[in-house]
């Protein structure tokens, strides 16, 4: 079955969707990030997205809260994986140009923003 890939255009640069399968509770969604050199997504959480990120290139900066509530900053080159849970408060900065691998839950439209460099805060709306 051909799947097709969507591009979707961001401030910071744009995700490849290449992956995905129907259904909130069961579904996936595969995807590239690309982040432009100096651009971050905004601080954000899910309330159910669960997904792990993977640096296929570049040098990225993860923001991640930890169990005690305390935002970390890890320098991430490639090769290196994150698991980001639900609930837990994180941001992405590119240091280089970045490509980022996603895996994750099909909860696409399940971004709470907390802060933005683009104007974006809130939530997504479906």
């Not at 290449?18 to 579904?27: D, E, L, R, V």
């Not at 969604?29 to 570049?58: F, R």
């Amino acid at each position: 079955m051909e799947v097709k890939t969507r591009r979707v255009e961001k401030p910071w640069g744009h995700e490849l969707i290449w992956a995905g399968a129907p259904g909130q509770s069961t579904g996936y969604v595969g995807k590239m990030i690309h982040i432009k050199a100096g651009h971050a997504l905004s601080l954000q959480y899910h309330k159910i997205k669960d997904e792990t990120v993977h640096v296929h290139a570049g040098v990225l900066l993860l923001e991640l809260e930890d169990d005690e509530g305390v935002m970390q900053t890890m320098r991430l080159s490639p090769g290196e994986s994150r698991w980001i849970r639900p609930g837990k408060r994180h941001r992405m900065t590119a240091e280089t140009d970045c490509d980022v691998l996603e895996a994750s839950t099909n909860h696409l439209d399940d971004v709470v923003r907390l802060e933005d460099r683009y104007g974006r805060q809130g939530t997504s709306k479906p």
